[in-house]
């Protein structure tokens, strides 16, 4: 099992739409957890931290969810611009940092 | 925004060849790390430092070296290039924290590689 899963989607939005996903983690002692956005061919920028009492950007809310141990990003009033690769980042004691291997959206007219 | 820089954009080169695969960042930061993309695929981590004098390797393995002289410079080379090391390469840093909060990862815009 891998240490952080997401699941690979692609999830089909229509626009406007509301679209939510999860990324689970498997070591308990997981500290710092975060959300990137990664377009084609462009490196991954950070979306935003995920807080343990939960947060929201704008259409963006993030949860994180220590007892099952996972995260997840809701993104609300889906925009085409949202189309996007999404990847969660887990990190644990000693800094070790470990990227989910992604979930697609693809956001649609 | 952050001050993160990877150098060449591109490039394209014969098999046989060294490369140096340049990043530079100008935030302070005491992490670094190397990262290994192919299109659509995951990323893999390929070497990390985390200060000056120390680079340890990633979780793939790579014929690729690393060194950490200064702390705002993390080159990569590749003493003999193959067209089986022909994928993007992602530098990135981060800033150690002394709480139990992990700062995140700041990313430089990539090297594309094509080994011919």
């Known amino acids: 099992r891998k240490e952080v899963e997401q699941d690979p989607g692609p999830f089909n939005v229509p626009e406007g739409a509301t679209v939510a996903f999860n990324c689970t983690y498997s070591?308990?002692?997981?500290?710092?957890f975060f959300w990137y956005r990664q377009d084609c061919r462009k490196e991954p920028k950070l979306l935003m931290s995920?807080?343990?009492s939960g947060n929201e950007d704008g259409r963006f809310t993030a949860q994180l969810n220590r007892a099952s141990q996972y995260i997840s990003l809701l993104i609300r009033d889906s925009k085409l611009s949202d189309s996007a690769t999404y990847l969660c980042?887990?990190?644990?004691?000693?800094?070790?940092?470990?990227f989910g291997g992604g979930t697609r959206v693809l956001v649609k007219p | 925004e952050a001050d993160i820089y990877q150098t060449p954009r591109y490039l394209v080169i014969g098999t046989g060849k060294k490369i140096t695969l340049e990043c530079s960042q100008t935030?302070?930061?005491?992490?670094m790390y190397w990262y290994q993309q192919d299109p659509g695929m995951e990323l893999h981590l390929i070497h990390y430092?985390?200060?000056?004098?120390?680079?340890e390797k990633g979780d793939l393995s790579s014929e690729s070296t690393v060194s950490r002289i200064r702390t705002e410079h993390f080159p990569l080379t590749l003493e003999s290039a193959r067209p089986s090391h022909t994928s993007q390469y992602l530098c990135?840093?981060?800033?150690?924290?002394?709480?139990?909060?992990?700062?995140?990862?700041?990313f430089g815009n990539g090297t594309r590689l094509t080994v011919t």
């Open positions: 070591n308990s002692a997981s500290q710092s």
């Open positions: 990135a840093s981060s800033l150690t924290s002394g709480s139990s909060y992990n700062s995140p990862l700041h």
């Open positions: 995920v807080y343990s």
């Open positions: 430092s985390y200060g000056v004098n120390s680079t």
């Open positions: 980042v887990v990190t644990a004691a000693g800094n070790k940092l470990t």
């Open positions: 935030m302070g930061h005491d992490k």
